[in-house]
């Protein structure tokens, strides 16, 4: 021990701490405590880290005085190891007066704390349960979100329509499959265009003004129909439905297209419009076409001042052509006629069957006497005429032909009126002639030396 003592240049005092005067033991304690005081300085320094970044804590007198306690604490084994060489008994009793105060004011302080300290725990707890609650209900919203945006996808992807998104700009953002095999293009080059260059040049400005409408707030969405171009360059008939999504605040955002393909449709509305109009046997215009086509030449001629002929044909003895060489051959005629006629007629007139073995000539920009000598040729040439399916002893076949030209104020009724009558006067005054419509010739036929 003496050694022990000379090494540290001091003298042990006998006060009590003997140690049993044991190297090991002297420094295990000097050790010890010095260890134990900067422990102790470290809490202090933590909490007042910890006040200055919490300035608003209601607190904080509780954390200063718990500091000031700790410090002296920290400070008392200091002493300790003092007092092991130097006589400090009475700065040591300060010392744990100053500790035996502040311990008191500390608990003093935090007794009042404690019902609200365990609030503050509980509603921690309970904030930390709403929390993984709230998690767990937003983990499963995220995964329905998930599941429901794929089966959007997979609702778009498969949709047996055209189904599209475009931006502002015009070009596509996303298209479906329905619609790449609608125009011929692969997702990836589709998305590469826009809709201006897949459209038809003659359905863009109506497309342009309905998007105009669409983005100023004229309209919430829009239909038309309107051509594409397919891939391999040939037109695509399609009905576009377009409205124009738009963020909470009104602002736009993107087009979301709908795309059917009509060309089949329009087909078919274009082949029953035709065999509404057209007779089943001849393929001439039937009466329904006639009318129609005379209604417009009529406005035609009243407008421009041009003389509109008319000529109504019917063919002679037809029933007996059914009863001695059979309905076959009669309708063989009545198809020939066609071949008969059309040669002599110029482009722009209309030669129609009415019904049976009536015909009818609509003559645009044709005056009487015109119409008159084109009867007369249409007469002959019908006489002459060979027809299939009738032998060498067959009856000739003729037709009794009545004309008109309309005149003023005429109406389209009228005039096939006068030119009917004019047929039948044809037939009651022996067949296989051309009678002209009677009437003052300033009624029934116009005046164009104008």
């Known amino acids: 021990m003496n050694g022990f003592a000379s090494a540290a240049g001091l003298a042990l005092l006998p006060h009590g701490y003997c140690l049993a005067w044991d190297p090991a033991l002297v420094v295990t304690h000097v050790v010890a405590s010095a260890l134990i005081a ?99 209900e937003l983990s499963e919203s995220h995964a329905a979100l998930a599941d429901s945006n794929e089966r959007f996808r997979l609702t778009l992807q498969n949709a047996p329509i055209g189904l599209a998104t475009l931006g502002l700009d015009g070009s596509f953002l996303s298209a479906n499959q329905a619609l790449c095999e609608m125009l011929g293009y692969a997702e990836g080059q589709l998305l590469a265009r826009s809709f201006r260059e897949i459209t038809h040049p003659d359905d863009l400005a109506q497309d342009e003004q309905c998007i105009g409408q669409l983005l100023y707030g004229e309209r919430s969405s829009y ?9 391999l360059g040939h037109i695509v008939h399609i009905q576009l439905d377009v409205s124009l999504l738009r963020s909470v605040d009104g602002r736009p955002l993107q087009f979301i297209a709908q795309i059917q393909d009509i060309t089949h449709r329009l087909r078919q509305a274009r082949m029953l419009e035709q065999h509404a109009s057209t007779d089943e046997l001849t393929g001439l215009p039937n009466r329904r076409a006639f009318v129609a086509a005379a209604g417009r030449a009529l406005l035609r001629a009243v407008h421009g001042g041009t003389p509109l002929g008319l000529v109504m044909l019917d063919l002679d003895h037809f029933k007996s052509v059914n009863d001695r060489h059979g309905h076959a051959a009669g309708d063989g005629v009545l198809r020939a006629m066609k071949d008969i006629v ?20 609509l003559l645009p920009d044709c005056g009487m006497a015109s119409c008159a000598a084109l009867a007369e040729r249409l007469r002959a040439a019908i006489a002459g005429a060979s027809w299939p399916g009738l032998g060498p002893d067959a009856p000739a076949i003729t037709a009794s032909l009545g004309i008109c030209v309309a005149g003023r104020g005429d109406l389209l009724e009228q005039v096939l009126e006068r030119a009917d009558r004019a047929m039948y006067e044809a037939k009651r005054g022996g067949r296989d002639r051309v009678v002209v419509a009677c009437g003052a010739p300033s009624e029934s036929m116009p005046d164009y030396s104008a």
């Open 38 to 136: 900067l422990a102790y300085y470290s809490v202090p320094l933590a909490l007042l880290v910890f006040i200055r970044r919490n300035p608003g804590l209601h607190a904080n007198a509780m954390f200063g005085m718990f500091s000031l306690f700790i410090f002296a604490c920290g400070t008392g084994h200091l002493l300790d190891i003092v007092s092991l060489w130097l006589p400090v008994y009475r700065l040591e009793l300060s010392v744990k007066a100053i500790t035996a105060a502040a311990s008191i004011a500390t608990a003093a302080l935090l007794w009042p704390l404690l019902p609200k300290a365990t609030a503050l725990l509980r509603f921690h707890r309970e904030t930390g349960d709403t929390l993984r609650r709230l998690n767990a």
């Open 223 to 231: 239909r038309i129909e309107k051509r594409y171009f397919h891939r």
């Open 342 to 361: 059309a040669p002599l007629l110029r482009p722009g007139d209309v030669f129609a069957r009415l019904g049976g073995e009536e015909f009818a000539v």
